[in-house]
């Protein structure tokens, strides 16, 4: 019983991480109708930069965290300027196909920076471990689990209840229409892309207490978080929850019960599974896309 207890607690903590991953991509989704491939890299970029500039430059947890938040925001915006400034590119598509070409991009430039080094950072509530029903886990479980719960609450009352949200969500299912109206689709999509660098910067934070950051680590990141988002069903903020638990979970007892070896192919049967027998994922909705 303590084994799946524990087993229990570090997926649930491993899956608050690829939930907030989620929630990036269906941020973008919903204002842009584009999968955005860079969403791993904001992951690596603010856990790998908190860290950084803990260890290496004994920046305060508290500094390096938010700085790390900010420079991934700026990285965000960044993403959109290339993107629809430059590039002018406007079908999801397109703005598909060229995010994997950027999160390469800033893959190179943070080995180059990091010097293929690897980094981590202490929890902000400390080292001390937890009993939970006979299991031992740390602090940071908790704190990703409420921080998980918090950004989907949050997320949810901004698409529902504030203007710019609501505009968002209405920007990939016709952007024309609402340029007929005055709303600008790159600043609608601009606020995407910052809204979901900041969240993949919180994800990278809460990560690194949990393990170590380097420059390759977006990549395995993002591909389970779209896994967990397409699970959930793309652009539902409680379905990104519910789908990042659930992949987190399910990589936790392949470890515990199996090997580890085979916890990291989990997300790719999910995947899999979904797009081949429900591809709105299990709280989404079929919609029509400009192609």
């Known amino acids: 019983m303590d084994l799946f207890i524990q087993v229990l607690l570090s997926g649930l903590s491993v899956g608050a991480i690829y939930a907030i991953v989620a929630l990036g991509f269906g941020v973008i989704f919903n204002a842009t109708g584009a999968i955005n491939f860079v969403q791993g890299e ?14 290496a430059w004994d920046v305060p947890i508290f500094v390096a965290i938010l700085v790390a938040i900010a420079v991934t925001t700026v990285l965000g915006l960044l993403t959109e300027m290339g993107l629809l400034g430059f590039g002018r590119l406007r079908t999801p598509a397109a703005i598909t196909i060229a995010t994997i070409a950027i999160a390469v991009i800033v893959k190179g430039a943070a080995m180059l920076i990091s010097v293929r080094d690897t980094y981590a950072l202490p929890s902000v509530l400390g080292s001390e471990s937890l009993r939970i029903l006979g299991a031992s886990t740390s602090r940071q479980t908790i704190l990703n689990l409420v921080l998980a719960v918090l950004v989907v609450v949050a997320l ?18 016709d952007s024309e229409t609402l340029q007929t109206f005055g ?21 990278g934070a809460g990560l690194a207490p949990l393990t170590v ?6 990549t395995l990141l993002g591909l ?23 992949l987190g979970v399910a990589e936790a007892v392949v470890a515990g019960y199996g090997t580890s070896a085979y916890a990291d192919v989990v997300a790719f049967v999910v995947l899999l599974a979904i797009l081949t027998f429900k591809p709105t994922g299990m709280f989404g909705t079929a919609r029509a896309v400009r192609t």
Request: glycine share 16%; charged share 10%; hydrophobic share 55%.
């Open 213 to 218: 950051m380097s420059f390759d680590s977006g």
């Open 224 to 246: 389970k978080g779209f896994a967990a988002a397409m699970l959930g069903g793309l652009g539902n903020p409680q379905g990104a929850l519910a789908g990042g638990l659930l």
């Open 183 to 203: 709303v600008s689709y790159r600043t609608t999509a601009r606020w995407a892309f910052v809204i979901a660098a900041a969240l993949g910067a919180v994800a």
């Open 156 to 173: 949810t009352l901004f698409f529902r209840r504030t203007k710019l949200g609501t505009t968002l969500r209405a920007a990939a299912g």
């Open 42 to 55: 904001y992951v690596m970029v603010g856990g790998l930069s908190a860290a950084m500039l803990y260890e």
